[in-house]
Nanobody, 120 residues
Framework: QVHLVESGGGLVQAGGSLRLSCTAS????????MGWYRQAPGKERELVAV???????TYADSFKGRFTISRDNANNMLYLQMMSLKHEDTAVYYC??????????????WGQGTEVTVSS
């Protein structure tokens, strides 16, 4: 199966930037589109952005203009560049991969999450 590991989280001041990374390993042929989700304390997990294998991107409205998602298919990497961070961006950020319904693959794969704390 697919194993996803996030990195790059940490403590940052409001207005600062962070770049999250996600490394995919295992049966990466199962990966079609990838995305970032986040879960703030006391809230439900929400979509941040998705990138298709070909590079097309979609963002939830709240993150347009501040966050940039990208992927490196050759190296099985996913990134999230976050800028102008706000205290409200404090959350655990999760890497997600979807198989697109490929036979022999699970639909969804999740990483363990990386914590981002934005101090106000």
């Amino acid at each position: 199966q697919v194993h996803l590991v996030e990195s790059g989280g940490g403590l940052v001041q409001a207005g600062g930037s962070l770049r999250l990374s996600c490394t995919a390993s295992g049966n990466t042929i199962c990966i079609s589109h990838m995305g970032w989700y986040r879960q703030a304390p006391g809230k439900e997990r929400e979509l941040v952005a998705v990138v298709l294998r070909g590079g097309s991107t979609t963002y939830a409205d709240s993150f347009k203009g501040r966050f940039t998602i990208s992927r490196d298919n050759a190296n099985n990497m996913l990134y999230l560049q976050m800028m102008s961070l706000k205290h409200e961006d404090t959350a655990v950020y999760y890497c997600h991969a979807h198989s697109g319904g490929r036979l022999g693959c699970r639909n969804d794969y999740w990483g363990q999450g990386t914590e981002v704390t934005v101090s106000s």
